[in-house]
């Protein structure tokens, strides 16, 4: 049998041995205190909610032809795009997310391809979070991802019937304010909870209890939260297969296997997670980044600088949609040979206003190789780092655009998709 292990070199390319990686840190979902705490004092209400096929339940909700119709949504729609969600009416034809459309198509001719409209989401995430406020207070609630959220509901609820009412209400309330349905998964640690929301989906609710243990036990190890296709391969060659398998595995076995990350996972799946929600106080961001891989590589300067000014301008957007400013910024181009570069530039002071940002991609752009017919551009990335709160000081010492209508501008975008306005390039 092919040997999966971290206590194994694996030969890699020309001739380098390497060392198979140990589990990944950053795979597990809260590393940073899930071992910390011996026992969480009291029992704990945990919810984790997650909106169903979220952008394309958003396309449906604002556009009546798309209602109960099989749709995906993935870049600018049409036939070249990929599918990074889809309509349940969709999937149920076997169209899933990662496929190309034109793939999706071969599953589900009536397919309709629709744009992918990324700040409109995370506006309705902000929304429904900053509603939350009004029930919970801020440190309970933890964005998790674009559409998912840890809530601790501990300080308001005293058992599992209070519990699963504050939930039932929840999704009427983001019904009455969105009109879009999510699925919650309630248990007494955050791994359960994320586990129980995928139990009855689109729409549901499930209840982890400690006494559903034999349940989760009977889950496969895949179930479980952090645990991909690779992981669940080395974890079957070592005779798991189930999460109880898992719980009840050896520690010493585990832990040669995986390291330390081996046995956070088996405490994670013996339903000893600690950890509590990382609120809005405690969780400052630190970075943000956006890639896009092109269906179609490039190379012409005019496309090149139009990629990097469509990708600056949507971290502009969301660092002021955060109201933060950067000093760090980071310019990734990844070649069709699949060549991989990236530089970084410090800033002379923190900005989020996207001139600023696009003069510094493009200072990065000169100095990395440049793409040519023989070796397109197929991937652009930017990152920025070092965020802090914009507090209107050390933006830009001249104020030579103080005044300028971001907010407007924002708001059109929004409303309209990223292509209505955009700032012309002379202005740089
Ligand atoms: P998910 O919550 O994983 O998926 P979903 O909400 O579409 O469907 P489900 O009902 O199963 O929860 O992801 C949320 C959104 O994030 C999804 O609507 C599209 C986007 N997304 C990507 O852009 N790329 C990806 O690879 C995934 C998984 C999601
Ligand atoms: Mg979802």
Redesign the pocket.
């Known amino acids: 049998m092919e040997k999966i292990s971290s206590s194994f070199f694996a030969r890699g390319e020309k001739k380098i041995f390497k060392r198979v990686r140990l589990l990944p840190l950053y795979g597990f979902p809260h590393h940073k205190d899930v071992g910390h705490r011996e026992k969480i004092p009291g029992r704990k209400y945990f919810i984790h909610l ?7 339940q958003v396309e449906q909700r604002d556009n009546p032809k798309l209602k109960n119709k099989p749709i995906s ?1 993935g870049g600018n729609g049409g036939i070249k795009g990929i599918v ?2 889809a309509s349940y009416e969709a999937r149920a034809c076997g169209v899933k ?2 496929m190309s459309v034109f793939e999706a198509l071969q599953y589900c001719p009536e397919l309709i391809s629709v744009p ?1 409209y990324g700040q409109k989401y995370e506006t309705i995430i902000q929304r429904i979070l900053t509603e939350f406020k009004n029930y919970l207070p801020e440190d309970c609630i933890e964005q998790y ?4 959220c840890f809530l601790d509901i501990t300080p308001v609820v005293n058992d599992y019937f209070q519990a699963a009412k504050f939930a039932y209400m929840l999704k009427k309330l983001i019904m009455n304010l969105e009109r879009l349905t999510v ?1 919650i998964g309630l248990s007494f640690n955050k791994t359960y909870a994320k586990m129980a929301s995928k139990f009855h ?2 729409d549901g609710l499930s209840l982890v209890r400690e006494e559903n243990k034999p349940d989760i036990y009977n889950l496969p190890a895949s179930k479980m939260w952090g645990v991909g296709k690779r992981i669940e391969r080395r974890l079957n060659y070592m005779g798991i297969f189930t999460m109880g398998d898992l719980a009840n595995s050896s520690i010493y076995a585990v832990h040669k296997e995986f390291g330390v990350n081996g046995v956070i996972l088996r405490k994670l799946a013996r339903g000893e997670d600690t950890s509590m929600v990382s609120g809005a106080k405690a969780r400052q961001e630190k970075s943000f980044n956006h890639h896009h891989t092109l269906t179609d590589p490039v190379y012409e300067p005019h496309e090149v600088e139009s990629e990097i000014r469509r990708m600056v301008e949507y971290i502009s957007r969301k660092l002021r949609c955060k109201d933060l400013v950067t000093r760090y910024f980071v310019l990734t181009i990844r070649y069709d040979d699949l060549g991989f570069v990236s530089e970084t530039l410090r800033l002379s002071y923190y900005t989020n206003d996207e001139r600023e940002l696009f003069g510094a991609a493009m200072y990065l752009y000169k100095k990395l190789p440049e793409p040519c017919k023989s070796r397109k551009a197929r991937m652009f990335g930017v990152t920025v780092f070092d965020l802090h709160k914009n507090m209107g000081i050390n933006l830009d010492l001249f104020k030579k655009y103080l005044g300028f209508p971001f907010k407007e501008m924002d708001y059109l975008k929004e409303k309209y998709g990223e292509r209505i306005i955009r700032i012309g390039l002379n202005s740089l």
Do not use: L, Q
């Open positions: 997650d909106f169903d096929a979220f952008f394309a949504v990074m969600t997310t990662g992918c991802s674009i559409d998912e699925t989906k689109p």
